[in-house]
């Protein structure tokens, strides 16, 4: 039993070396180099960054204007902080008269659409409520379940056979009306 569990562990051995990467030694001295002078540079870059900032400190202190530039830079502040009160003012304005809009938007569709139109931009829910408002165009929405169509003022082509049909049943009279205007006979009923 134990010359199986050492021919297994060699086994494990050798193919834990066969899968290693070989690169050329040009391949690796190259990279190390590389390496090495990308730290030169780095260092080099922070010296330089380094005595750009100390002869900076060092004018200002000889010209003794880190008072002004303080000043400046408190102006420069307080201007700042006034911009931010009022964008904050103007945010809260918008937030609220987008609220509104889309509380007028959403109340001119029925539940079922409402879940969808919820999530839509403001601009897109515009859009969305032109598609699918509640009232079909000539209808009087003063009573729910049976709608009354306003026929005042308007010709038989005005309307969609959906609605004529509503009307039919609804209103013989203003059908009949409407009918005989455009035929010039009484309908059958």
Do not use: C
């Not at 001295?29 to 080099?44: E, H, M, N, V, W």
């Not at 902080?81 to 889309?102: G, H, M």
């Not at 309307?159 to 005989?180: G, H, M, N, R």
């Amino acid at each position: 039993m134990s010359n199986e569990l050492e021919t297994q562990t060699e086994a494990e051995t050798q193919t834990e070396t066969k899968t290693e990467k070989v690169y050329p030694e040009s391949v690796v001295k190259d990279l190390i180099a590389q390496r090495d002078s990308l730290k030169s540079y780095k260092t080099k870059v922070e010296e330089y960054e380094q005595m750009i900032k100390d002869a900076q400190e060092d004018k200002l202190k000889e010209n003794e204007d880190y008072k002004t530039l303080l000043d400046s830079k408190e102006k420069d502040l307080a201007e700042l902080k006034s911009a931010l009160e009022n964008a904050k003012q103007f945010e809260t304005k918008y937030t609220e008269l987008d609220n509104s809009i889309r509380t007028n938007l959403l109340s001119q569709l029925p539940e079922e659409m409402k879940e969808v139109a919820e999530e839509l931009t403001t601009v897109k829910l515009q859009k969305f409520v032109e598609l699918h408002k509640k009232e079909t165009p000539g209808m009087d929405a003063g009573k729910s379940g049976k709608s009354k169509i306003n026929i005042e003022g308007k010709k038989w082509n005005d309307f969609d056979p959906k609605d004529l049909a509503i009307l039919k049943e609804s209103d013989y009279t203003s059908y009949a009306q409407l009918f005989k205007a455009r035929y010039g006979i009484n309908p059958s009923k």
